[in-house]
């Protein structure tokens, strides 16, 4: 993960090119393999985010009085970064298997009937 530094005018053209905001620091990032050179422009120097990162693990909630990670029961670890909004193939065998699809989908029908 590459730190950006784009300024509020420029965030519709970094989305566009792939950049994505990381909320706990406030700022854009370039997301590990991709390639950083359309992002030249708002590299902060020395702005590569450190191996243990907290940004770059999977997010979770927090208990506020112990700061605790908080997982629901539904909450499933998965070998890779994909992108949670699209279906992924290395992915769904292992959301059927677990019954997290099938919860998935029924909260979603569930809202759509709404």
């Given at each position: 993960m590459i730190l950006l530094k784009v300024p509020y005018a420029e965030k519709d053209e970094a989305k566009t090119l792939g950049a994505r905001w990381n909320p706990t620091r406030k700022c854009w990032y370039v997301p590990d393999g991709k390639d950083s050179e359309p992002f030249a422009r708002w590299i902060v120097a020395g702005a590569?985010?450190?191996a243990g990162d907290a940004a770059a693990k999977p997010p979770s909630s927090r208990d506020s009085h112990g700061a605790k990670p908080v997982i629901g029961s539904k909450y499933?670890?998965?070998?890779?970064?994909?992108?949670?909004?699209?279906?992924?193939?290395?992915?769904?065998?292992?959301?059927?298997e677990s019954g997290w699809l099938d919860a998935h989908q029924a909260v979603r029908k569930l809202l759509a009937s709404l």
């Open positions: 590569a985010a450190p499933l670890e998965l070998p890779h970064a994909c992108n949670p909004f699209e279906e992924c193939a290395e992915c769904r065998p292992r959301l059927v």
